[in-house]
């Protein structure tokens, strides 16, 4: 059975669409009119195995802060969706990742109950046209929709784009190990309390 979602979210600000496979092999296509988190959304997909197909449109003559925000919130809602009741699946999975000088560490719990703690010093005020304060938010919002606990931190690093670069493909091989499903939970729902919605 392939865990799938599409999902969209409009408003005055933005447009998002997406359509998710959580069983995938990591083919992406993504615009959201941002470069910078287009690269970091593929390297996401990547390395995580998701098939993810994302289109976004926002109010960008204002700023990224709507766009970059709602892509997080409707990634979340998608990854919410698909995961249906959680039966079967690992639920917990983290990974630290290097990219050249930095080295970020994402644990993530599909508990059901949303908490984020992000720990970055950023070392300039923005990557591309984003503000670096907006990548932790993007990460804070993720974890809001898609109802998990999610723990990110950079544990060193001198350059934004590669820290920036670390945690998401940390994000990605955490979030693939806690969606796997394991044959030995046999479509149990991995919560002493036999539920995680």
């Keep these: 059975m392939m865990r799938l979602a599409e999902f969209s979210r409009k408003t005055a600000e933005t447009e998002v669409s997406i359509a998710l496979n959580l069983d995938g092999v990591g083919r992406a296509e993504i615009n959201t009119g941002l470069g910078f988190l287009d690269h970091l959304l593929h390297n996401f997909a990547l390395h995580g195995l998701f098939d993810l197909r994302l289109q976004a449109q926002g109010d960008l003559h204002v700023d990224p802060h709507h766009t970059v925000e709602d892509v997080a919130l409707v990634l979340g809602s998608a990854f919410d969706r698909a995961l249906g ?25 599909l508990s059901g109950r949303p908490y984020a703690v992000v720990q970055v010093e950023w070392k300039t005020p923005s990557v591309g046209q984003i503000p670096t304060s907006l990548l ?45 499903l394991d044959p030995r939970r046999a479509e149990r729902v991995p919560s002493t309390k036999g539920s995680l919605v």
């Design 85 to 109: 009741e959680r039966k079967g699946i690992l639920r917990i999975g983290d990974c630290f990742t290097p990219m050249d000088e930095s080295l970020a560490h994402v644990v993530v719990d």
């Design 136 to 180: 932790t938010h993007f990460l804070e919002s993720f974890a809001v929709t898609a109802r998990c606990n999610l723990h990110a931190r950079v544990l060193y690093g001198r350059d934004d784009h590669h820290q920036a670069e670390a945690l998401f493909k940390a994000l990605a091989r955490a979030l693939e190990k806690a969606t796997r």
